[in-house]
C-alpha cells in the first residue's frame, strides 16, 4: 500500500506507488484493461487496470463496479498529457469500501427537476463541483479583501425585531410567543459597528420572502455588507469597484479550467477591470426609452424566434432518429440526451419571446419615479461590456436609510452595480442618512414608526458622520461569473418559493 493522496497532488509523486480514497465517477472496461475514472472531491484520474498486471479476482471486481462505488486504488503514477488532469494510475490493487448499483444520475444529461431532486447526489457531478469550488474561491477572495484593508468583521444578528428593507418580504417566526423576523440584511447594526471601528463588514445568511420565481431570487441567500465611517457615496463605490475586480481576478487565477468547462466567456471575464461605467438613474431611464433598448429587443425577438423554428424542426427529427429499427444504443443515449437538452432550451426561449414584447414596453414608457425593473437592469447589463453603477435613484422607490441628496433632493445617494451579460444588480449601496431630521421625515413618509428604530436613530444623536456601504449577493455574483443561467445552481441547497427538498 502506498500513502493515501489526493488526486490533486499527483504530480508530485510521478513514478511513485499511491493510494486514491475516492468513487468510481466512470469507468470503461475491455476484455484487457478496465478504465476506471476515479473522483475524490480534489479532481479526477484515470486509473488504469490491465488483465496482465492484477489478480484474475481483481481484474474481475474492477470490470463490474457500479458508478459511484466507493473504493481505494493503489498504483503508480504516470504522467500522461493525454490523461484528464495529466496524471494516470497503473493500478497494482484495488479495494471496494462500498459497492453502488444503480446510481440514478449518470453521465448522461438528465432534465433539471431530476436533477434537483436528486441534488445531494447531483453534487458529486462535475458542473456543480466546479460551480461550488468557484463559489468557495468567489467567498474566500471576499474575506481577503476585507481582511487585507483593514475591515473588522462584526457579525450580526439573524432574528431581527424590526425590518432592514422593505416589509413585503419579511419572514416572520415564533419567538417565544412574540413577531421575529428572520434578517433581511445586517446593515442597520453594521452602521452602529462602523461608527464604532471605522471600517467593518457582515457577512451571513440573509432571508427575504420572494414570491417571485426568477433566475435571480433566492428565500434564502449570502449576503456580504461593508459599512465604512467618514465615507461619502463616491468613496463606497470605489470600494466596491476595487472589490469586484478582486473577486473576479482571483477566480479567473485559480479556476480557469472550471470556467471553460461551464463553457462561460473567459475573455468577457478578463475584460472586468476598473473603471466601470458611472451613469445615473435618470441616465439609465433615458437609455431605455431610447433606441438602442428597442432596438437590442428587436434582434432578441428575430433571433430567438429563428432558433425556436430551428428546434422545431430538429427535435422531431431527433426523436424519428432514435425510435429508428437498428440505432446503437451509444447513438440512441446521445441522441435521448441532445432531445432532453434541446426540449429544455426551447421552453426557455418561448418563455423568453412571450416576455419581450411586455418588457419591450416596460422600457419603452419608462416613467421617472420607479425602481428599474429585472428586465431594464437585463437591458442596461447588456448594452455595456464592464459591471455598470447607476447611481442616485429616486427616493421614493429606495429604502428610508439612503441619505437624501444636496443636490437634487427628489434623489438619494445610492448606486446599484449591474453586472454586464445581462446579470443585472449584483450589489445595492448607498450612503446613509446622517441627519436625525430629515431621517425622521424619511422616516414619516413611509410610515415607519420611530420606537423599534430608536437605538438606531441615536447613531444620528451621538457622533453622526457620513458613511456608507454596501451589499453584494454571493449567488447572483456566482451565477455572473459562471455564467449560469439561473441562480439557483450557485448554492448547494436552494431555497426558493417552491424548492425546499432536500
Ligand atoms: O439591494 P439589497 O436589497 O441591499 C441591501 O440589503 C442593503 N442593506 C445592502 C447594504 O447597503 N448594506 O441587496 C443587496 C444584494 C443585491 O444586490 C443582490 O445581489 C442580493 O443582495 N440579493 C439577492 N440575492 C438573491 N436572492 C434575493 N432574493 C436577493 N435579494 C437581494
Ligand atoms: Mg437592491
Known amino acids: 500500500m502506498g500513502t493515501t493522496v489526493h488526486i490533486r497532488d499527483l504530480g508530485k509523486h510521478v ?14 472496461v475491455s476484455s484487457k484493461v478496465a478504465f476506471l475514472v476515479l473522483r475524490d472531491g480534489t479532481g479526477l484520474c484515470q486509473c488504469v487496470v490491465g488483465k496482465q498486471d492484477v489478480p484474475p479476482e481483481v481484474f474481475e471486481t474492477a470490470s463490474r463496479l457500479g458508478q459511484e462505488s466507493s473504493l481505494k486504488v493503489t498504483g503508480r503514477v504516470k504522467a500522461d498529457e493525454r490523461a484528464p488532469g495529466g496524471y494516470e494510475l497503473q493500478v497494482a490493487g484495488l479495494e471496494v469500501v462500498h459497492a453502488t ?68 418580504t419579511l419572514f416572520s417566526v415564533d419567538y417565544f410567543g412574540e413577531p421575529m423576523y428572520l434578517a433581511q440584511t445586517g446593515q442597520l447594526y453594521l452602521e452602529a459597528a462602523a461608527l ?13 420572502a420572494e414570491k417571485s420565481k426568477t433566475r435571480r431570487h433566492l428565500t434564502e441567500f449570502w449576503m456580504v455588507e461593508p459599512e465604512i465611517a467618514y465615507a461619502v457615496l463616491e468613496d463606497v463605490m470605489d470600494v466596491a469597484e476595487d472589490f469586484v475586480c478582486s473577486i473576479v481576478e482571483r477566480v479567473l487565477k485559480d479556476h480557469r479550467a472550471d470556467l471553460e468547462f461551464l463553457g462561460q466567456n473567459v475573455a468577457a471575464l478578463e475584460k472586468v477591470k476598473k473603471p466601470f461605467y458611472r451613469i445615473t438613474y435618470s441616465q439609465a431611464a433615458e437609455i431605455l426609452r431610447g433606441p438602442q433598448a428597442r432596438e437590442l429587443l428587436e434582434k432578441d425577438l428575430v433571433e430567438k424566434n429563428a432558433r425556436i423554428t430551428q428546434l422545431k424542426e430538429s427535435i422531431p427529427a431527433k426523436e424519428a432518429a432514435r425510435d429508428r429499427q437498428g440505432v446503437k444504443k451509444y447513438e440512441q443515449e446521445k441522441l435521448a440526451a441532445e432531445i432532453i437538452a434541446n426540449r429544455e432550451e426551447l ?33 442596461i447589463s447588456r448594452l455595456h461590456d464592464r459591471p455598470v453603477f447607476v447611481s442616485h435613484y429616486p427616493r421614493g422607490c429606495k429604502a428610508f436609510y439612503m441619505k ?5 433632493p427628489r434623489v438619494v445617494r445610492n448606486f446599484d452595480l449591474l453586472a454586464p451579460d445581462g446579470y443585472g444588480e449584483i450589489i445595492g449601496g448607498s450612503q446613509r442618512e446622517d441627519d436625525l431630521n430629515v431621517l425622521l421625515e424619511r422616516m414619516a413618509e413611509e410610515g415607519l414608526v420611530t420606537e423599534p428604530y430608536e437605538w438606531y436613530l441615536d447613531l444620528r444623536r451621538y457622533g453622526s458622520v457620513p458613511h456608507g456601504g454596501f451589499g453584494l449577493g454571493v449567488e447572483r455574483t456566482v451565477a455572473w461569473i459562471c455564467g449560469l443561467k439561473h441562480i439557483r445552481e450557485t448554492i448547494a441547497y436552494p431555497r426558493m418559493m417552491d424548492k425546499v427538498y432536500p
Open 15 to 28: 513514478d511513485s506507488t499511491v493510494t486514491l480514497a475516492g468513487w468510481l465517477y466512470n469507468s470503461r
Open 101 to 168: 448499483t444503480d446510481f440514478p444520475i449518470t453521465p448522461k444529461p438528465h432534465g433539471h427537476e431530476f436533477l434537483f431532486k436528486h441534488r445531494h447526489l447531483w453534487l458529486r457531478s462535475r458542473r456543480p463541483t466546479g460551480i461550488m469550488k468557484i463559489r468557495h474561491t468567489v467567498i474566500d477572495a471576499i474575506r481577503r479583501f476585507f481582511n487585507d484593508n483593514g475591515f473588522t468583521l462584526v457579525d450580526t444578528p439573524i432574528f431581527a425585531p424590526s425590518a432592514g428593507e422593505g416589509a413585503q
Open 196 to 208: 464604532s471601528y471605522g471600517k467593518v463588514y457582515c457577512f451571513g445568511p440573509t432571508f427575504r
Open 347 to 379: 421552453a426557455d426561449l418561448e418563455e423568453q419571446v412571450a416576455n419581450i414584447p411586455k418588457h419591450m414596453e416596460l422600457a419603452a414608457n419608462f416613467e421617472w419615479g420607479k425602481d428599474l425593473g429585472g428586465s431594464d437592469e437585463t437591458i
Open 404 to 408: 437624501r441628496d444636496h443636490e437634487d
